[in-house]
C-alpha cells in the first residue's frame, strides 16, 4: 500500500495555469481510470473536484481538467484565481479495493 | 443536500479504544459503499477502511488492520469505526466518506471530521 507521489507545492500567478502531477504504479493508477483530484482549503473538509481521471462533478469549474498516462495522473487549474489557493490531493482506488492518497500539493497564487 | 455528521472523537491513552460514528442523511445510505479517511495534523489525507453496502466486505489499509474495525447499520445510516490498541500515530481527524455504487473508488462527499487524539 505505497502512497502515490504528487509534488509538495506549485505556485503561479493569476490567470496562469498550473499542472498538478501524481505518480503511481500498476496496481493503482495504472490499473484502471479511477484517479480523483480533492481540494482542501485550510480547517475544511476535502472537497471532491475530478473522478474518474477527468470528470468534473456538478458545480465544479470547467478551469478544472484532469488527464492520465501510464501510471501518471495530472490535474490542470487554468486562469488561476486567489480562491484555487488550496492544498491538492490525487487519490486512486487499487487493485485491493483500496484507496490510496498521494502526500498533497500547495498551490500558491502569487 | 448529502449530509455526513460525525461523533465520538476525543482523547484517550495509548493502547485505548475509541468508537466514531457517522450519521448520513441525504441520499440513500445503503446504495453507496462508505469509507473512513484520516488527516494527522498538519498532514496529509490517508484513506483507513471502507465497506460494502451489505457489510459483508470490508478492507483496511495496513497499519490499522487487526486493530479497526468498520462496520453499518444501514436502518439508522450509520457508519462506525471501532478503534482499539490504538497508537499516538493514530491522532488524525477522521472523516467520513460517501464512496461508489459498483466500487469504492470516488470519495464523493466528506463530512466535517471528528478529532481523536491518542495521548498520554
Known amino acids: 500500500q505505497s502512497a502515490l507521489t504528487q509534488p509538495a507545492s506549485v505556485s503561479g500567478s493569476p490567470g496562469q495555469s498550473v499542472a498538478i502531477s501524481c505518480s503511481g504504479g500498476s496496481n493503482d493508477i495504472g490499473a484502471y481510470n479511477y484517479v480523483s483530484w480533492h481540494q482542501q482549503h485550510p480547517g475544511k473538509a476535502p472537497k471532491l473536484l475530478i473522478y474518474d481521471v477527468s470528470v468534473r462533478p456538478s458545480g465544479v469549474s470547467d478551469r478544472f481538467s484532469g488527464s492520465k498516462s501510464g501510471n501518471t495522473a495530472s490535474l490542470t487549474i487554468s486562469g488561476l484565481q486567489a480562491e484555487d489557493e488550496a492544498d491538492y490531493y490525487c487519490s486512486s482506488y487499487t487493485t485491493s479495493n483500496t484507496n490510496v492518497f498521494a502526500g498533497g500539493t500547495r498551490l500558491t497564487v502569487l | 443536500e448529502v449530509r455526513l455528521v460525525e461523533s465520538g472523537g476525543g482523547v484517550v491513552q495509548p493502547g485505548g479504544s475509541l468508537r466514531v460514528s457517522c450519521v448520513a442523511s441525504g441520499f440513500t445510505f445503503n446504495n453507496f459503499w462508505m469509507s473512513w479517511v484520516r488527516q494527522a495534523p498538519g498532514k496529509g489525507l490517508e484513506w483507513v477502511a471502507n465497506?460494502?453496502?451489505?457489510?459483508?466486505?470490508?478492507y483496511y489499509v495496513d497499519s490499522v488492520r487487526g486493530r479497526f474495525t468498520i462496520s453499518r447499520d444501514n436502518a439508522g445510516s450509520s457508519l462506525f469505526l471501532q478503534m482499539n490498541s490504538l497508537r499516538v500515530e493514530d491522532t488524525a481527524v477522521y472523516y467520513c466518506v460517501r464512496s461508489g455504487v459498483a466500487v469504492a473508488a470516488t470519495l464523493w462527499d466528506w463530512g466535517q471530521g471528528t478529532l481523536v487524539t491518542v495521548s498520554s
Open positions: 465497506i460494502k453496502q451489505d457489510g459483508n466486505e470490508k
